[in-house]
């Protein structure tokens, strides 16, 4: 179980480092005019607040507390001798969740400090979006297996020899890993749909009035200026890939042989 984890936290790794190079490419893509704009000021202090928000929440998991949350639940079960059980999934949180954070960010970025924009810098504002939305969309994914490698990690350590309470292992970790799809969802869709949706208002708005009301005139003008992809279908194609990560079938393969 235990190597099962460290391959698990190695993957988590190497995505997040591919995250992160994603969201320093597009805060890069904005150029040196937004530096000095009051709005990225307080972007980045939002986005730098909600880390050390989350830094400070994950610390929690190195000591006993009265919060009930799935995980900090299951670490209060284990003994003292297994503490170092808390600092291993503490530093596989540290991971990959401030990357998430710092990725949302960069979406949040690439829909502002666009008042008067060119059809190419739109262009070039979506192709950095869709980038970084397949970077999320793979982070979610490890996130999910990171998850359940964590919840098993812990119950390893238990000893139950029970058929029935193996039974009940298994639905705690379907339900904690779901749990966490929701959020990991939530999150996902705060940060990409606003975003998306303001970049595709701003493409409307550029659309000249002499094609806007002719279907084949404007998605010719669309497709002339690469900006013919609608956020419908980033929606959609954000749902096909986490589709079977989402279904039961797999939360319940995802669970199986607990501790």
């Known amino acids: 179980m235990g190597s099962e984890w460290l391959a698990t936290v190695v993957l988590e ?7 992160l190079a994603l969201a320093c490419g597009s805060i ?10 009051w709005e990225w000021v307080v972007l980045l202090g939002a986005g730098a607040s909600a880390i050390l928000l989350d830094v400070h929440d994950v610390q929690q998991l190195l000591q006993r507390s009265d919060r009930h949350m799935f995980l900090h639940d299951l670490l209060s079960t284990l003994p003292d001798r297994c503490l170092h059980v ?9 991971i990959g969740e401030p990357s998430g954070i710092l990725i949302g960010v960069s979406m949040c970025g690439l ?10 810098e739109l262009a070039r504002r979506l192709g950095w979006l869709h980038r970084l939305l397949y ?24 000893s139950a020899d029970d058929p029935d309470v193996d039974k009940a292992l298994t639905e705690m970790i379907r ?30 708005n550029l659309i000249p009035a002499s094609v806007k009301e002719d279907p084949v005139a404007r998605k010719k003008w669309l497709d002339d200026h690469e ?3 609608s956020w419908l279908d980033d929606v959609r194609q ?22």
């Open 13 to 19: 790794g190497v995505v997040a480092a591919i995250g």
């Open 28 to 37: 890069a893509s904005l150029g040196g005019k937004v530096w000095r704009r």
């Open 86 to 94: 808390r600092e291993l999934i503490r530093w596989a949180r540290m």
């Open 111 to 120: 829909a502002g400090f666009a008042r008067w924009p060119t059809e190419e």
């Open 135 to 158: 970077g999320a969309s793979l982070l979610f994914v490890v996130g999910i297996m990171m998850s359940r490698a964590n919840f098993t990690f812990v119950l390893a350590h238990w």
């Open 175 to 204: 339900v904690g890993v779901l749990q966490s799809g929701v959020g990991y969802s939530a999150l996902l869709a705060i940060f990409f749909l606003p975003a998306r949706v303001f970049l595709d208002l701003l493409v409307g």
């Open 227 to 229: 900006l013919s992809r």
């Open 238 to 259: 954000i749902l096909a890939l986490l589709a079977p990560v989402l279904s039961a079938p797999v939360f319940e393969a995802l669970a199986k042989k607990a501790g």
